[in-house]
């Protein structure tokens, strides 16, 4: 039981190049969460997914996209990465059936130069 | 608008020393308040709370929410140097959406 994992751990982009970073859960768990951390600014919510086939917008979600075709996976994608989304950015899931423990992804270290 | 406000940002104590932790809210609506505990890598659950007045206690760590006023407390009692950290607060509905962070540091 793997919990949630994430890929890659560590990126370094230039400016306009696209990437996609892959978030797994193997808990069968619904609801799913993409969040970027900055210094002083604690975790802000992009985008989230309440079940498979279904994403829909966070605090933050200008710049990024995301998917969810399969109930384990949630995809975030750069278009075309900006120095401004440089930042370390967390999955995380939770079941939605009353056990609120959301479980986070170690987390990905993105650098845009 | 700020829906997640915690306070303070930062608290330095000594070890042994009681600590409170505050998270307030604007929201109304929403199925549980949720304490993170953050060291250098990915947050860990600390709590979940759903009914006001209902203290939870795990160790030396208890927390309380009062739905009436709008807030939660997190207390720490005979802190240790190991509790030095990032501390969050977070409102759940269909979103959970994070406050700012109370960034503790126990000096030995």
């Known amino acids: 039981n793997a919990g949630v994992t994430q890929t890659p751990k560590f990126r370094v982009l230039k400016t306009g190049q696209s990437m996609t970073l892959l978030c797994a859960q193997d808990m069968n768990h619904e609801y799913m969460y993409w969040y970027r951390q900055d210094p002083g600014m604690g975790l802000r919510l992009i985008h989230y997914s309440v079940g498979e086939g279904t994403t829909a917008k966070g605090e933050v979600p200008d710049g990024y996209n995301v998917s969810r075709l399969k109930k384990q996976n949630f995809l975030l994608g750069l278009e075309s990465a900006a120095p401004s989304q440089t930042s370390v950015y967390f999955c995380a899931s939770i079941d939605g059936g009353g056990q609120d423990t959301q479980y986070f992804g170690p987390g990905t270290r993105l650098t845009v130069l | 608008e700020d829906k997640v406000v915690q306070s303070p940002l930062s608290l330095v104590v000594h070890e042994g020393d009681t600590v409170t932790l505050n998270c307030s809210y604007e929201v109304t609506n929403f199925r549980s308040l949720l304490w993170y505990k953050q060291e250098k890598k990915a947050p860990t659950f600390l709590f979940m709370l759903?009914?006001?007045?209902i203290e939870k206690k795990s160790g030396r760590l208890s927390s309380i929410l009062d739905k009436k006023e709008l807030f939660s407390i997190l207390n720490i009692t005979a802190t240790q140097t190991g509790d030095s950290a990032v501390y969050l607060c977070a409102i759940r509905d269909d979103k959970i959406i994070f406050g700012k962070g109370t960034r503790l540091h126990i000096l030995p």
């Open positions: 759903t009914s006001s007045g």
